[in-house]
């Protein structure tokens, strides 16, 4: 038994609380209590501070807790992830079988709003419990009788939330409850009869599927969501998403109808900015596109075009901001350019550990491949480069691209 358990059953005991009146009381299940009990499973941090307000242990609970959390640090707590996806779940089953004031969802709206901007800028671990958070209490909320009107709201708000955790799950490379969040999305998005929410619950589902190498579902998963998206910058976003997952024809026409839908938008966002597609976010898929038709020339003339979207004070997301440096190193490289490679690569390879995200490892594994080029050998600038790669992707997973690039040392088609 962990001390955790230890300390959660001597608690219950002297209240006289039995394992079914506390998992009423918490709304766990009596299995999940039973398990912590005996010492089978170790709660997140989160809960722990929950039970400790409902047994009113003065942080008896958090403290007990605290010994195993250092041999969970490394993974970034592996079981509160599994932990939030039963929850996400439950919370999407909930919906499908399915007295606030306007006040609470006001509050939760912009709660999730402020996380969506705050990841603009920040590591997306912290961001997760936010997230998680907005949905927990979505779902106590939801487990209440609420007026029409505000289980609609419930829904959107819960969208919103799990589409943000699909997301931010990716970056971490933790796809099983990507693909949960995502699910949920769009279930609640459903719910709520928000075409908009649904269109961004298909836009994280296309990205799930991307990156578990699906490319034909990621692209009728975006194509999906780009014929019901209101005119907004997400319907920009699913025209990106599908060239990055369509062959290369099929791509060519889905960055032009990109081009087109930014120019379209008419409704302002209501949903998260994570899924918004400005200037600077299109230059960086259409540098992809480029990069697989093996047109180093045009990559970085669509890099040029990010810079000044920047420049001109662009909201654009770190993760994006470090793919458009990646891919013009690439571009460069394919030029000959080790010198303009390296220059564009230095700002991701000094990023802090916890904002690498999972997306970057992939395209810097390939510009690796590309400096063990023939035409590199004996290339110093070539060799210092490759060993700082190499550092960076020292105990990190590398699989194999989403997609082919055409880009090869000395190709300089335009």
């Not at 420049?311 to 458009?324: H, I, K, L, M, S």
């Amino acid at each position: 038994m962990s001390a955790f358990g230890i300390e959660l059953t001597r608690l219950m005991t002297a209240k006289g609380i039995g394992v079914h009146e506390f998992a009423r009381m918490s709304h766990y299940s009596a299995g999940y209590i039973s398990n912590l009990r005996s010492g089978k499973k170790t709660p997140a941090p989160g809960t722990a501070a929950e039970f400790d307000a409902l047994l009113r242990a003065d942080g008896q609970l958090l403290a007990a807790l605290r010994p195993a959390e250092s041999g969970m640090a490394a993974a970034y707590g592996r079981q509160f992830l599994d932990e939030m996806t039963s929850h996400v779940i439950e919370l999407g089953r909930l919906a499908e079988l399915t007295n606030i004031g306007d006040g609470t969802i006001e509050q939760l709206n912009d709660t999730v709003d402020h996380i969506a901007r705050d990841h603009l800028s920040s590591p997306p671990e912290p961001l997760i419990r936010r997230a998680a958070d907005v949905n927990g209490r979505v779902l106590e909320l939801l487990r209440e009788q609420q007026r029409l009107r505000h289980t609609r709201d419930l829904y959107l708000i819960g969208a919103k939330a799990s589409a943000l955790l699909s997301a931010l799950c990716g970056d971490l490379g933790q796809q099983r409850g990507a693909a949960a969040h995502a699910r949920t999305a769009l279930i609640l998005g459903q719910e709520a009869g928000h075409s908009g929410a649904v269109a961004l619950a298909l836009s994280a589902m296309s990205r799930v599927a991307f990156w578990d190498g699906r490319r034909k579902r990621a692209a009728d998963l975006a194509r999906r969501g780009y014929e019901i998206c209101p005119p907004n910058s997400t319907r920009v976003l699913l025209a990106c998403q599908e060239a990055d997952a369509a062959d290369v024809p099929a791509a060519q026409e889905a960055i032009s109808r990109a081009a087109r839908a930014e120019y379209e938008v008419a409704d302002e966002d209501d949903l998260p900015v994570l899924y918004s597609c400005g200037r600077a976010r299109r230059s960086c898929y259409t540098m992809t596109f480029h990069l697989r038709a093996g047109q180093p020339v045009k990559v970085l003339t669509a890099a040029a075009t990010a810079d000044e979207a920047n420049r001109a004070g662009e909201d654009c997301q770190y993760g994006t901001w470090a793919q458009v440096q990646m891919s013009a190193a690439l571009a460069h490289l394919g030029n000959g350019a080790v010198d303009g490679a390296a220059d564009r690569l230095a700002p991701v390879l000094a990023l802090p550990s916890d904002m690498r995200l999972a997306t970057f490892d992939d395209k810097l594994a390939r510009t690796l491949a590309l400096l063990s080029h023939s035409g590199y050998r004996g290339n110093a600038g070539a060799r210092d480069l490759a060993g700082e790669i190499d550092g960076y992707l020292v105990g990190r997973k590398v699989g194999i691209m989403a997609y082919p690039l055409a880009i090869e040392k000395g190709n300089r088609s335009t």
